[in-house]
């Protein structure tokens, strides 16, 4: 009974590359959220996804930043041309339906150098 | 203004002492949850009350909510050294899920052995 598994946990970018975060919710969950962490700071809600939906991604900055959770495989927060202030802590969540318990996953600790 | 304003930002106690944690919200919500997060790790989901219920218990933890004050008290009794995190409240709108979960900056909790 796997929880909710991010890989990786670390992940060091340079400026200007790109930033894969894998999330793979508990087993029949079909309810993901990627929150993002600032150091000294609570999470901050990115984007709500259903299989193959973007339900709500208002959380999301407008540029740079895509996630998609397709019909097989793992939800992908991805990061292009990463800068200096994306370097946070980016934590999945998945649930069964939208309004019950949330399970979280360890988080990915991204480091922009 | 964010959901989900946690009271105090820190608290240190001595082992033993009761722990008590406020947390404020500003729209109406289906459910609030709590979480405690161990430095460097992920959530851990520690108590769900729905907006219908008072006041709720799951050992040593003593959830209350008053919806009419938009507040909610996490009291940890006999408090431990292993409680020390930082603890979250986090809110359901009502009408569902559509914005996930919605956090606070969390109580950092400290307990003095």
């Not at chain 1, 919710?25 to 700071?41: C, T």
């Not at chain 1, 998609?68 to 934590?91: H, M, N, T």
Request: charged share 20%; net charge positive.
């Amino acid at each position: 009974n796997a929880g909710v598994m991010q890989n990786p946990r670390h992940l060091v970018r340079r400026r200007g590359q790109e930033a894969r975060l894998r999330c793979s919710p508990v087993k029949g969950h079909s309810h993901v959220y990627w929150y993002r962490q600032l150091p000294e700071e609570g999470l901050k809600f990115m984007v709500y996804l259903q299989k193959e939906n973007i339900i709500d991604e208002s959380g999301m900055p407008k540029e740079r930043f895509s996630a998609e959770f397709p019909k097989e495989g793992p939800s992908i927060l991805r990061i292009q041309q990463v800068v200096r202030g994306d370097s946070a802590a980016y934590f999945c969540a998945s649930s069964q339906q939208g309004a019950s318990e949330a399970f979280f996953g360890q988080g990915t600790r991204l480091t922009v150098v | 203004s964010q959901q989900g304003e946690e009271d105090p930002q820190a608290l240190s106690i001595q082992e033993g002492e009761n722990a008590t944690m406020n947390c404020s919200y500003k729209t109406s919500i289906n459910n609030l949850q709590w979480y405690r997060q161990n430095s460097g790790r992920g959530l851990v989901h520690l108590i769900l009350i729905r907006s219908n219920e008072r006041e709720k218990h799951s050992g040593r933890l003593r959830v209350t909510l008053d919806t009419s004050k938009k507040s909610s008290s996490l009291l940890i009794t006999a408090s431990r050294a292993a409680d020390t995190a930082s603890y979250f409240c986090a809110t359901v709108p009502t009408g569902g899920g559509a914005d996930g979960l919605t956090f606070g900056k969390g109580t950092h909790l400290i307990i003095q052995p």
